[in-house]
Nanobody
């Protein structure tokens, strides 16, 4: 079983920045495709960003492209989502997810991810 622990959520003003992290103790972290999804109140959970290993190919939802940056540190077994130019519509619970050796074709398919964190709240409001 792979446990994912998110941190770094909080309240930020529109236009501000926030970084959320996802840490795991998985022994073979470098074999996992890592992603972030989010769920806003009253909406379905949606894909935000994903990163492959070991080449760190990244994928982003159109709504966050150019504003969010995903990175991973395999030595620390952690992925980071840097969120800049935040908008009120970015308000959601952000979930970290992991999939073992996932095909690139399915990077944004929720059911392909085997492990999920508990989520961290990000609120963008003045």
């Amino acid at each position: 079983q792979m446990r994912l622990v998110e941190s770094g959520g909080g309240l930020v003003q529109p236009g501000g920045s926030l970084r959320v992290s996802c840490e795991t103790a998985a022994r073979t972290f470098s074999d996992y495709f890592m992603a972030w999804f989010r769920q806003a109140p009253g909406k379905e959970r949606e894909f935000v960003a994903a990163i492959k290993s070991p080449d760190s190919t990244k994928y982003y939802a159109d709504s966050v492209k150019g504003r969010f940056t995903l990175s991973r540190d395999n030595a620390k077994k952690t992925v980071y989502l840097q969120m800049n130019s935040l908008k009120p519509e970015d308000t959601a619970v952000y979930y970290c997810a992991a999939a073992w050796r996932l095909s690139n074709l399915y990077y944004n398919v929720q059911r392909k991810y085997d492990y999920w964190g508990q989520g961290t709240q990000v609120t963008v409001s003045s």
